[in-house]
């Protein structure tokens, strides 16, 4: 029987190059199991954004393993890996990963953007709204074992749009893990404690059953004031405008 999970195995990160290498993540050991729900919060600088990317399969650990049996969204969105080729086209390339129909897909996407003629559009013309609205569609348009998000609060496209994706993504996470990066307490609240939570600090990960649990902490500790490497590592690796959670 098919049962996907995500196991870290004594992880850790480092992020940075050279002589300005930094460590923010130490010792994770960590299995998500299948369906799991939770909210991940951190400081600024505390190496939540880099367990994210981990558990995407969009970065590797500088040590320790990770032992993926499950396939996950990607942070940011779909539409970093294209070509400049059409939507269409970017479609057929992804479908032969997912290992879907690309015509489902191709159908999916011209409901949720209503416009059929951007399909065959080259990506590279699109404006940056529209961009954003393709990259949040494209997390949805593929069946995954978890869903990996960035950032819940921020609302892309009209009203119509939202509702679309807000059904589309509770038809797919009925039967999928949904791992969420929070970076507010009052934001992450809004799940309740339908969620488990987890909090990146100083290195560690820390788990809880609750997430109201995780929030109180992660509300108790100081406020950080500037960004620093970890920051500009989230920026180059998602793009603000592919950023759409």
Same mark, same amino acid.
């Given at each position: 029987?098919?049962?996907?999970?995500?196991?870290?195995?004594?992880?850790?990160? $480092?992020?940075?190059?050279?002589?300005?290498?930094?460590?923010?993540?130490?010792?994770?050991?960590?299995?998500?199991?299948?369906?799991?729900?939770?909210?991940?919060?951190?400081?600024?600088?505390?190496?939540?954004?880099?367990?994210?990317? &981990?558990?995407?399969?969009? #970065? &590797?650990?500088?040590?320790?393993?990770?032992?993926?049996?499950?396939?996950?969204?990607?942070?940011?969105?779909?539409?970093?890996?294209?070509?400049?080729?059409?939507?269409?086209?970017?479609?057929?390339?992804?479908?032969?990963?997912?290992?879907?129909?690309?015509?489902?897909?191709?159908?999916?996407?011209?409901?949720?953007?209503?416009? %059929?003629?951007? &399909?065959?559009?080259?990506?590279?013309?699109?404006?940056?709204?529209?961009? %954003?609205?393709?990259?949040?569609?494209?997390?949805?348009?593929?069946? !995954?074992?978890?869903?990996?998000?960035?950032?819940?609060?921020?609302?892309?496209?009209?009203?119509?749009?939202?509702?679309? !994706?807000?059904?589309?993504?509770?038809?797919?996470?009925?039967?999928?893990?949904?791992?969420?990066?929070?970076?507010?307490?009052?934001?992450?609240?809004?799940?309740?404690? #339908?969620?488990?939570?987890?909090?990146?600090? %100083?290195?560690?990960?820390?788990?809880?059953?609750?997430?109201?649990?995780?929030?109180?902490?992660?509300?108790?500790?100081?406020?950080?004031?500037?960004?620093?490497?970890?920051?500009?590592?989230?920026?180059?690796?998602?793009? $603000?405008? $592919?950023?759409?959670?």
């Amino acid at each position: 029987m098919y049962s996907p999970t995500i196991t870290f195995n004594s992880v850790s990160k $480092e992020i940075g190059k050279r002589r300005f290498k930094k460590l923010v993540l130490e010792d994770v050991n960590w299995t998500i199991e299948p369906r799991s729900r939770v909210v991940i919060l951190g400081p600024r600088n505390s190496g939540a954004s880099a367990l994210l990317q &981990l558990i995407a399969g969009m #970065e &590797l650990p500088t040590t320790g393993w990770i032992d993926r049996r499950a396939v996950s969204s990607v942070p940011g969105g779909l539409l970093r890996y294209s070509r400049h080729e059409s939507m269409r086209q970017l479609i057929t390339r992804l479908s032969q990963v997912y290992r879907v129909d690309p015509k489902e897909v191709a159908a999916f996407m011209a409901k949720a953007l209503d416009r %059929q003629d951007l &399909l065959d559009t080259p990506t590279r013309l699109l404006p940056v709204v529209i961009k %954003q609205q393709v990259s949040k569609a494209l997390t949805y348009a593929f069946p !995954c074992d978890f869903y990996v998000m960035n950032n819940a609060s921020i609302g892309i496209g009209d009203d119509r749009f939202q509702t679309f !994706c807000q059904r589309a993504f509770d038809l797919r996470s009925k039967q999928a893990g949904v791992i969420m990066l929070s970076n507010s307490g009052k934001s992450a609240r809004k799940f309740g404690d #339908e969620m488990m939570g987890a909090l990146v600090h %100083q290195r560690r990960l820390t788990l809880y059953k609750r997430l109201s649990d995780a929030i109180a902490v992660f509300e108790s500790l100081p406020a950080e004031e500037t960004a620093d490497d970890e920051e500009l590592y989230a920026d180059r690796t998602m793009p $603000e405008e $592919e950023e759409f959670f």
